[in-house]
């Protein structure tokens, strides 16, 4: 059965403080982020999902990217333990919820750390990006978690971005998609499709042949719809500025625990 439900998480007053590694910083409108998250879960709404609202961490500037606080698998629930220590306070608030709705919620720990930003899905393969904010304990903490699903994760290199799912992401089909110059070893997936741009990289599974992704990247948008996808297309430009992206906002949760 198909729970069309997803965690989102308002930004916060601090988010222009949020951290940036691969990029330069640049100034954040916290006031134009806030009305294009609004639109974003608008879209999600209009795309017949019901979002769940984790409590807000006002003093964690980056909580408003929850992707990177749970890894969900089936009805499992892997509470992340984040690369960087600024981030490890907003996972408790997302274990509490998740445990209160059912699903059967466990966490990595010390010294494993893992971004759910990291973690790409399809099938029954988990790639986890190693080598960012992941490390190896993060990757075989989850692996053993996932265990019991028999799913297959795979360590993929990552040197270039932030996170895995800041250069690939997955097409419904299975075909991952990505900006060339900063993937770094595209033969890792059996099916890759190099896109014109870099938000080109970034898609969120709405269901059927319907994706999200950001408007910055026309010509992506162009070349998925002529691959018969129906695209919605949001706004994210403030949240760009803090390497995030329309995969960062949400956590889907596609099973009834």
């Known amino acids: 059965m198909l729970d069309r439900r997803a965690l989102v998480r308002r930004p916060s007053s601090r988010l222009a403080e949020g951290l940036v590694t691969h990029i330069e910083r ?3 409108d916290v006031a134009l982020a806030m009305r294009q998250w609004e639109a974003y879960v608008a879209a999600l709404h209009d795309a017949g999902w019901t979002t769940v609202d984790v409590s807000p961490v006002e003093d964690c500037p980056d ?3 929850v992707e990177d606080t749970v890894v969900m698998y089936g009805d499992r629930a892997v509470i992340t333990r984040p690369g960087a220590d600024e981030r490890k306070a907003e996972t408790a608030a997302v274990a509490s919820l998740l445990g209160d709705l059912g699903y059967d919620v466990v966490s990595i720990e010390a010294p494993g750390t893992l971004d759910g930003g990291d973690v790409l899905k399809h099938e029954g393969t988990v790639w986890v990006g190693l080598g960012g904010r992941t490390n ?3 990757v075989e903490q989850l692996a053993a978690f996932l265990e019991p ?4 994760v795979v360590a993929v290199p990552l040197t270039k971005v932030l996170h895995l799912k800041s250069a690939v992401t997955a097409l419904p089909d299975g075909t991952v998609v990505g900006y060339g110059p900063l993937v770094d070893d595209p033969t890792v997936w059996p099916s890759f499709l190099p896109v014109p741009e870099e938000s080109g990289s970034h898609v969120v ?4 042949d319907r994706v999200l992704m950001s408007a910055d990247a026309p010509r992506s ?5 002529q691959r018969g996808l129906d695209v919605v297309a949001v706004d994210i430009s403030e949240f760009i500025k803090l390497e995030g992206c329309v995969t960062c906002l949400s956590v889907r949760l596609r099973h009834t625990p």
Do not use: H, I, M, T
């Not at 599974?205 to 059927?208: H, K, T």
């Open 149 to 152: 699903y028999d799913a297959r």
């Open 221 to 225: 948008q162009a070349l998925f719809e």
């Open 136 to 138: 190896q304990s993060g």
């Open 63 to 65: 909580s408003v990217f």
């Open 26 to 28: 640049q100034p954040v």
């Open 205 to 208: 599974l709405l269901g059927d």
